[in-house]
């Protein structure tokens, strides 16, 4: 009789020629995020120029190393590919290529992003969202010391109150960064760590609380909502709760210095972050630096009773002005640019007025003549420039990642979620804000949704079913 020993199964071998773990790609796309985010959102031809030649590099870096990508995110960067390329004939067909290009670059740029991202490997995917939170983190704490102290672009009077604009110069795209570092937070961010995980959801809230940006309240909403329709997703967002009042004081100290023409108060304003700080440690039972940090608020909060200004202004008028202008949906300013939009729209529906040609001179409500550059609602304005043509492309590529993410539901049931939300939370407020003007915006959802979706076979980064 032949004995032999029982065999045991070899562990497959990841593929060294698909992904890898981590490269250049990953540094050079997280820089590219870094200068966009921190550089009024890339909105300006000399950011856009440095975010693009670094995208490129990853790309040229992909192309080397012959990494490949989900076909969700091929499918998807084919029709922003093609989007650019009809953005550009429409652009000769009407003799101003010059007008086109700009919307062509940021189709480009996210064409490219996207798939040289999604073909990172497991450690490449961690350290760009690890960057990608570290930076959401930075916006959130510059709007928030912007406000506090009344720093001019990093916060500005809007609406009778100043509002986080932080590093990106305008509130609503910075709420825009601020919702998806959030959904990414709640994916991506170890329970194991709920100091850490409570720490930085607390930060994103406020700085999101802080922009006081009506589109990313709502954005959020329907991204949390998507977030919690499977277990997987409710269970990301338990033993948050102590996040709650760890946002609700910092905010209420904001309340005297948020007013235009009040005075800053930068100790009340410290007073409540330590007083947010305390709950959240105190939750995490570090008693000694909850202790620490709450007498910290109580006399930071006498100092700026003894020092502060005894002109400043009373927070009731804070809350009238929020409720009077932010909590209300209407907005009549917003419907006249969608009128006058609409109406360049109904003029060529198929191809569009041509890109960057939109005129939207016109009288408003008040009778007065106004100029604008921006429809605040960027499906109708894309469509009035390019045309059903152009939004179709657009659209067609955010869709693929969709079914992408619904595919991949079975097996990764929380990333494929978190990819639905901030897909879904984007989508949201491209219908409120004009955000696709704005290149960091949507290359932060781009590398968010790489990051997220199913590595392609080969990768180094586990695919096995998560518990549902």
Sequence with gaps: MIVTAPRVATPPVPSTRGTSGWDGGATLLGTALGVALLAQGAFYAGPFTVVAALVVGAGLLALLHRATAPRPASVAAACWAGFALWVLVRGLLDGAVAHAVPSAAVALLLAVALPVAAGLGGEGRRLLQTVALALAVVVAATGWVGTALHLSPLSMPSSGLWRAASTITYANAAGAALVIGLLLALVTVPAARPLLRRAVVAALLLGLAVTMSRGAA????????????????????????????????????????????????????????????????????????????????????????????????????????????????????????????LAHFASAPVTGVGPGLLDLTYVNHAGRLVHAWFTHLEYLQVAAETGLVGLALVLAGAAALVVGAVRARRRCALRATGTLAVLAAFATQSALDFLWHVPASPLLVCLAVATLLPAPTGSDTPTEKEPA
């Design 218 to 341: 709502v954005a959020s909403a329907v991204g949390l909502a998507v977030l919690v329709t499977t277990a997987a997703g409710r269970r990301s967002v338990r033993g948050l709760l102590p996040v709650l009042p760890a946002v609700g004081l910092p905010c209420a100290a904001l309340l005297p210095s948020l007013p235009d023409g009040s005075a800053p108060r930068p100790l009340l304003a410290l007073a409540g972050l330590a007083a947010g700080a305390a709950v959240l440690l105190a939750a995490s039972r570090c008693g000694r630096a909850a202790a620490g940090a709450g007498l910290g608020a109580v006399l930071l909060g006498l100092a700026d009773l003894l020092a502060g200004p005894l002109s400043g202004a009373d927070p009731a008028v804070a809350v009238d002005a929020i409720a009077d202008t932010r909590l209300t949906g209407a907005s009549a300013d917003r419907v006249d640019l969608a009128r006058e939009t």
